[in-house]
């Protein structure tokens, strides 16, 4: 299906009028329609009942996360204020600390890396889509080893106990604990190393 739209799915397209296929530059895939006009007119455009079954899918999809982040909401309390002072004091000792603070310094607009962070927290414990970018390929650069782990866990932690109620801070810790270990497990292959998960069994 993906590779009648202009050729390679992974490529841009080259169809009449250019119609996109790929993710457009804010990183955003194309709605079914403009995919269903995309291709060469002869082959490869999405039926109307296809396009149909994937609109229905993905609103049953929307639905399924609305209950999820209703639960998420109603057993934790998490609000968009508690992730954004979350994130705020996190970074704030992030910042000073001396094993982080540098790894950091790349960062050059902070307000803008915490209002993404802000989006990838909200995305992450209650379901709002707001974040669409790359975390894996971000960290990956940064030869980050077991110690900036453990310590970026250890503020993390610390930060999400101080600030949010314990059902909210546990669902923030276990969820920072498996991204922590999926991005620890990646650097380590990236680096000819193999590890296995480790943050999800802190105690
Ligand atoms: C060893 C611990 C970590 C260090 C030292 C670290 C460091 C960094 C740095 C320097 C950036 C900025 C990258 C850039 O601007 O190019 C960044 C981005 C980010 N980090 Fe981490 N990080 C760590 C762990 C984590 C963990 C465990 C999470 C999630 C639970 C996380 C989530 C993110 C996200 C979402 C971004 C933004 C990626 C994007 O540009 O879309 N980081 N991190």
Same mark, same amino acid.
Request: contains cysteine; charged residues 25%.
């Given at each position: 299906?993906?590779?009648?739209?202009?050729?390679?799915?992974? !490529?841009?397209? +080259?169809?009449?009028?250019?119609?996109?296929?790929?993710?457009?530059?804010?990183?955003?895939?194309?709605?079914?329609? %403009?995919?269903?006009?995309?291709?060469?007119? +002869?082959?490869?455009?999405?039926?109307?009942?296809?396009?149909?079954? !994937?609109?229905?899918?993905?609103?049953?999809?929307?639905?399924?996360?609305?209950?999820?982040?209703?639960?998420?909401?109603?057993? +934790?309390?998490?609000?968009? *204020?508690?992730?954004?002072?979350?994130?705020?004091?996190?970074?704030?000792?992030?910042?000073?600390?001396?094993?982080?603070?540098?790894?950091?310094?790349?960062?050059?607009?902070?307000?803008?890396?915490?209002?993404?962070?802000?989006?990838?927290?909200?995305?992450?414990? !209650?379901?709002?889509?707001?974040?669409?970018?790359?975390?894996?390929?971000?960290?990956?650069?940064?030869?980050?080893?077991?110690?900036?782990?453990?310590?970026?866990?250890?503020?993390? *932690?610390? +930060?999400?106990? %101080?600030?949010?109620?314990?059902?909210?801070?546990? !669902?923030?810790?276990?969820?920072?604990?498996?991204?922590?270990?999926?991005? *620890?497990?990646?650097?380590?292959?990236?680096?000819?190393?193999?590890?296995?998960?480790?943050?999800?069994?802190?105690?």
């Amino acid at each position: 299906m993906m590779a009648a739209c202009g050729g390679s799915f992974w !490529l841009p397209p +080259t169809g009449p009028g250019n119609l996109r296929c790929d993710k457009d530059a804010a990183g955003h895939w194309p709605d079914n329609a %403009e995919r269903a006009a995309c291709g060469n007119g +002869t082959t490869g455009r999405i039926s109307k009942d296809m396009s149909d079954r !994937l609109k229905a899918e993905r609103e049953a999809a929307a639905a399924r996360r609305n209950l999820l982040a209703q639960d998420a909401i109603e057993r +934790t309390g998490i609000t968009e *204020e508690m992730i954004r002072e979350l994130v705020t004091r996190f970074y704030g000792r992030v910042r000073e600390d001396a094993l982080l603070g540098p790894v950091f310094a790349i960062v050059q607009n902070w307000d803008e890396h915490l209002a993404k962070l802000g989006d990838f927290w909200s995305s992450v414990v !209650l379901m709002s889509g707001r974040y669409h970018g790359s975390p894996m390929r971000a960290h990956l650069p940064l030869n980050l080893v077991g110690d900036h782990f453990d310590r970026w866990l250890d503020l993390f *932690e610390q +930060t999400a106990r %101080e600030v949010c109620p314990p059902a909210a801070a546990a !669902l923030f810790i276990d969820k920072a604990r498996r991204i922590a270990d999926s991005f *620890e497990m990646a650097s380590a292959t990236g680096a000819g190393r193999i590890a296995s998960p480790r943050h999800v069994l802190r105690s």
